[in-house]
C-alpha cells in the first residue's frame, strides 16, 4: 500500500513564478513526497506525489493559469489497473 497515492502533474503559466516559493510552499503545505516544481518565471512544472491533489490544483491555480493537469491513482496502477 502507498502512503501517497496520487501522482499529481501539471503545468502553471503565469508571470513572476518563483519555483523555490513554490517547493516552499506545497512541501509545507501539502502532504506528500516527490515534488518536483522545476521551470522559469513564467512556466513551472508540477510533479508530486499526495493524497489531495486538489490542494496542489487549488494553489497552483492561484499562481496562474494551469493546464495539461494529469493526476493518476498509483495504487489501481500498481494493481494492474488503469489509473
Not at 506545497?26 to 490542494?55: F, M, Q, S
Amino acid at each position: 500500500m502507498l502512503e501517497f497515492k496520487f501522482d499529481t502533474q501539471l503545468l502553471i503559466e503565469g508571470h513572476d513564478l518563483d519555483e523555490d516559493e513554490i517547493n516552499d510552499y506545497i512541501r509545507n503545505n501539502i502532504p506528500g513526497d516527490c515534488l518536483l516544481a522545476v521551470g522559469d518565471e513564467d512556466l513551472i512544472k508540477i510533479h508530486y506525489h499526495t493524497n489531495i491533489p486538489w490542494a496542489v490544483l487549488e494553489y497552483c491555480s492561484s499562481l496562474g493559469d494551469i493546464c495539461d493537469i494529469v493526476v493518476e491513482n498509483m495504487e489501481r496502477q500498481e494493481n494492474g489497473l488503469h489509473g
